[in-house]
């Protein structure tokens, strides 16, 4: 995950389940990271970030809520 604030931040996702998704729909993912990960504090809502595997840029988002 990147974003202004952070770059290559590990995280695992979590889809809404039974569902399927293609290219262009919008999906609300609960996002996950380690304990401990200093960048959570600098989440807020409304900020944009995007998704990455490996160098592959998959996704993009904004942060609609935000609960650490």
């Known amino acids: 995950m990147d974003s202004s604030k952070f770059t290559d931040l590990a995280c695992a996702l979590s889809f809404e389940e039974g569902k399927e ?24 809502e409304g900020m944009q970030f995007d998704l990455r595997i490996l160098d592959l840029k998959v996704a993009e988002g904004t942060f609609t809520n935000v609960s650490i």
């Not at 609300?28 to 401990?36: H, K």
């Open 21 to 44: 998704f293609f290219d262009g729909d919008a999906a609300d993912v609960v996002l996950f990271f380690y304990n401990g990960e200093p960048f959570i504090e600098s989440f807020v």
